[in-house]
């Protein structure tokens, strides 16, 4: 079994991740800004700011991870000033990837789909194409996609420099059993920034999983999203009943979502499995060691 460090395992995805970890046998330590009650004999929590680099690396050398979990960031650019949200999650990033690299670990990090620019944009821009892969252009306008379109560069040259492996995943919108809040939306009247994908929690962690297991040079980008978008409808036309038209090229039917998942399969043998059919109104625990 491994030596893990977990940022952001105290947040509410994040402790999914640590659960699952944790249970697998993994010894954990757990940096988060905020403790948690938490008494298991692989976890070992300690609070940090991860913009602080000499915590980070006393950390990092103190317990000397196989591989590093960064899930540590504000979530989103609201409730923040746009230069806190940017500095703090940038440098945390950084901070944090930098670690990593120094003392060996390989990484798995928390992208976010903010990075194409969709979310949080004035105006939504229609995709160059469909379905998008990790290939399309990065327009972030808002400092939490900005900050994640930065961290990525950092992970290039971290795996660069030194030799590891970083898997950035790029999560839709992230959504727990019995509660998938996308389903509350109405897909005519908004949903645009999220291209109608979102990704059940379990699927998240899985792919985390499957993303340390993996044999990674260099660094990958991958989108982690649902295989079904969430409007109930044809993915054609809700996006071209939302923008007037669809892109020039749009290669994908039926409900299918408009994010691809291609290269997670072919890299990491993942595939989504949960659905809003069947996942909105399951009653299912969560993160039981908490």
């Given at each position: 079994?491994?030596?893990?460090?977990?940022?952001?395992?105290?947040?509410?995805?994040g402790?999914?991740?640590?659960d699952?970890?944790?249970?697998?046998?993994?010894?954990?330590?757990?940096?988060?800004?905020?403790?948690?009650?938490?008494?298991h004999?692989?976890?070992d929590?300690?609070?940090?700011?991860?913009?602080?680099?000499?915590?980070?690396?006393?950390?990092f050398?103190?317990?000397?991870?196989?591989?590093?979990?960064?899930?540590?960031?504000?979530?989103?650019?609201l409730?923040?000033?746009?230069?806190?949200?940017?500095?703090?999650?940038?440098?945390?990033?950084?901070?944090?990837?930098?670690?990593?690299?120094?003392?060996?670990?390989?990484?798995v990090?928390?992208s976010?789909?903010?990075?194409?620019?969709?979310?949080?944009?004035?105006?939504?821009?229609?995709?160059?194409y469909?379905?998008?892969d990790?290939?399309?252009?990065?327009?972030?306008e808002d400092?939490?996609?900005?900050?994640?379109?930065a961290?990525?560069?950092?992970?290039?040259?971290?795996?660069?420099?030194?030799?590891?492996?970083i898997?950035?995943?790029?999560?839709?919108?992230?959504?727990?059993?019995?509660?998938?809040l996308?389903?509350?939306?109405?897909?005519?009247?908004?949903?645009?920034?999220n291209?109608?994908?979102?990704?059940?929690?379990?699927d998240i962690?899985?792919s985390v999983?499957?993303?340390?297991?993996a044999?990674?040079?260099?660094h990958e980008?991958?989108?982690?999203?649902?295989?079904?978008?969430?409007?109930?409808?044809?993915?054609?036309?809700?996006?071209?009943?939302?923008?007037?038209?669809?892109?020039?090229?749009?290669?994908i039917?039926?409900?299918?979502?408009?994010?691809?998942?291609?290269?997670?399969?072919?890299?990491?043998?993942w595939?989504?499995?949960?659905s809003?059919?069947?996942?909105?109104?399951?009653?299912?625990a969560?993160?039981?060691?908490?």
């Amino acid at each position: 079994m491994s030596r893990i460090i977990v940022t952001g395992g105290f947040g509410r995805s994040g402790r999914w991740i640590v659960d699952r970890l944790a249970t697998d046998g993994h010894d954990i330590m757990c940096m988060d800004q905020t403790t948690a009650d938490v008494d298991h004999p692989a976890i070992d929590a300690r609070q940090v700011d991860l913009t602080e680099k000499g915590d980070v690396f006393d950390l990092f050398h103190e317990f000397d991870p196989d591989d590093v979990v960064h899930w540590g960031a504000i979530p989103d650019p609201l409730g923040h000033a746009g230069g806190h949200v940017f500095e703090n999650n940038l440098m945390g990033a950084y901070n944090v990837l930098d670690a990593a690299g120094r003392v060996g670990a390989d990484v798995v990090a928390a992208s976010s789909e903010s990075a194409y620019g969709f979310a949080f944009a004035d105006e939504t821009p229609l995709p160059d194409y469909l379905p998008i892969d990790e290939t399309h252009p990065m327009r972030p306008e808002d400092p939490y996609g900005t900050a994640k379109v930065a961290a990525e560069e950092v992970a290039e040259m971290v795996a660069r420099r030194d030799g590891i492996g970083i898997v950035s995943i790029r999560p839709s919108w992230i959504q727990y059993p019995g509660e998938y809040l996308c389903r509350d939306r109405d897909p005519s009247e908004e949903g645009d920034g999220n291209i109608w994908c979102y990704v059940d929690i379990r699927d998240i962690v899985d792919s985390v999983v499957a993303a340390i297991d993996a044999d990674i040079d260099g660094h990958e980008p991958l989108n982690i999203a649902a295989a079904n978008n969430y409007a109930d409808m044809p993915t054609r036309d809700v996006v071209e009943n939302w923008f007037g038209k669809l892109p020039e090229q749009c290669d994908i039917g039926g409900e299918q979502a408009a994010l691809s998942t291609a290269k997670a399969q072919e890299m990491l043998d993942w595939e989504p499995t949960y659905s809003w059919r069947e996942a909105a109104d399951e009653d299912v625990a969560g993160a039981t060691i908490f």
